[in-house]
């Protein structure tokens, strides 16, 4: 996979659950981790961060600018700065702007608990470096974990559906639900999995779906394209619109 230099990483914010788990899984697999927790000293920094081949930033997507630009003094040449945000575009931008070495993006599809049977992909995007993203690629593979190839925006324009609009549509659906007179007597046992599925979104993630909704920069126009379609279904043409659903099982037609 090209370039296999890397050998020490060093994880900013292993106390973080996503954090921890990407440092028990590299130490796992035969690298040398060094972890790093606010508050981040200069002499602290200094001794964690001088000897990263890779470092990975594990930490919220408004506090990446801060984070880079407090990491990237202590990095020595040629280390990769990589993060773990739920958005590329900006993540990788904040790192870029920060840091003048290679910089590469990552997004874990999966949080701290990978459910059984899930294959756990990592999307890998390219920032600084013709070499990077392969090196961080390999440190993935050998740790567990899938690393597939992708760019920024495509990962964005993904995400504002896969979590953006999700989170969207279902806060407004249940918005809407809750304007029915009586509706709590006519649960079903699929709108009761739809409400099991809503409550640890809106319970215990609200805040970090509204963050990253609000920070991909493709949000707007993926909800003005789902109101498109809503309106197809206001107009009546349920068929159009289930054909064009069902291209998800396109395969096993």
Known sequence: MGFTGIEN?????ARGQMGAL???AFHKAGYAVNTLDRPYSDKDMASVLSGADLVLVSVPVTAMRAVAEQLAPHLKPGAIMADVCSVKVHPVDRMLAAYSGP?????????????EGFEPR??????????APAAV??????????????????????MACVQGLNFITTV???ATARQTPGIEKYRTPSFERRLEAARKML?????????????NPFMQETVRQFASFVDIAAGGDLDLLSARASWWWRETA
Do not use: K, N, W
Not at 103 to 115: E, K, S
Not at 203 to 214: A, G, H, N, W
């Open 103 to 115: 910089v590469v993006g990552t997004h874990p599809l999966f949080g701290p608990v990978i459910p």
């Open 172 to 174: 407004a659906y249940l």
């Open 22 to 24: 990407f440092a028990r």
């Open 203 to 215: 319970t215990q993630d609200r805040e970090l779906f509204q963050l990253i909704s609000e920070d």
């Open 137 to 158: 690629s390999e440190v993935f593979a050998r740790s567990g974990f899938v690393p597939f190839a992708s760019t920024a925006e495509e990962h964005d324009r993904a």
């Open 122 to 131: 990592v999307a890998v995007t390219p920032g600084r470096g013709d070499e």
């Open 9 to 13: 990483i060093t994880i900013v914010g």
